[in-house]
């Protein structure tokens, strides 16, 4: 029951910003959209999350569209560490807590 | 403060036997959800335990059943083992009522089934 698409693979230079796509047509109004990411053999790791508008942390920045069926994580400058697999992640309520719809993810070189 | 734990790392078992892994949750947190990882997949919901009790389940056999304990821990336990269940499998924590914060997941425990 995967709700997000994202492209399997990206890479950008060091120091470039990296702009990572989702697409998430089917969502509905009260589900957020998450980011996290995997570095090899690691368990993932919390990047942001958004409902409507766009968010920005210490991190990165997330882009959500008016219509919500569509967002972009920015790293505004990647470097070497940030190689890993990210992937957009759909949270659906259940009574007082959620789970994590994850799709595939996109998997990001960072090339120095 | 210690993040969320799983035991073992790693475990090589034998098709139709049983498997126990075992999760400590984020300190503060009392929710604990299990995740399957096949190679080279996102991660999938098995279930998720609060209260010592099985609040959502996600689209897995009956094989996979869990605990949680008074401590807040919980257990994932596999029954009659297949070669498919060869996965990472990820522990995440919460806190119930604590909507707009992350689930916190730990290393994972890779099983290997042969």
């Known amino acids: 029951d995967a709700k997000t698409t994202q492209p399997p693979s990206m890479d950008c230079a060091e120091g470039r910003a990296a702009n990572l796509p989702c697409n998430h047509s089917?969502?509905?109004?009260?589900?957020?959209v998450y980011w996290y990411r995997q570095i090899h053999s690691q368990g993932p790791q919390y990047i942001i999350h958004?409902?409507?508008n766009n968010e920005t942390n210490e991190m990165a920045s997330l882009i959500i569209t008016e219509d919500r069926k569509s967002s972009t994580l920015i790293l505004p400058h990647a470097t070497l560490r940030d190689t890993a697999v990210y992937y957009c992640?759909?949270?659906?309520?259940?009574?007082?807590?959620?789970?994590?719809?994850f799709g595939s993810g996109t998997r990001l070189l960072v090339r120095p | 403060d210690a993040g969320v734990t799983q035991s073992p790392t790693h475990l090589i078992k034998t098709r139709g036997q049983q498997v126990t892994l075992r999760c400590s949750p984020k300190s503060g947190h009392d929710t604990v959800s299990w995740y399957q990882q096949a190679l080279g997949q996102g991660p999938q919901f098995i279930f998720q335990?609060?209260?010592?009790?099985?609040?959502q389940r996600g689209n897995f056999p009956d094989r996979f059943s869990g605990h949680q304990f008074p401590n807040y821990s919980s257990e994932l336990n596999v029954n009659a083992l297949l070669l498919g269940d060869s996965a990472l499998y990820l522990c995440a924590s919460s806190l119930v009522g604590d909507t707009y914060n992350e689930q916190f997941f730990g290393p994972g425990t890779r099983l290997t089934v042969l």
């Open positions: 335990y609060y209260e010592e009790e099985e609040r």
């Open positions: 992640i759909v949270r659906v309520e259940m009574d007082s807590s959620y789970k994590l719809i």
């Open positions: 958004g409902l409507k």
């Open positions: 089917t969502i509905s109004g009260n589900e957020y």
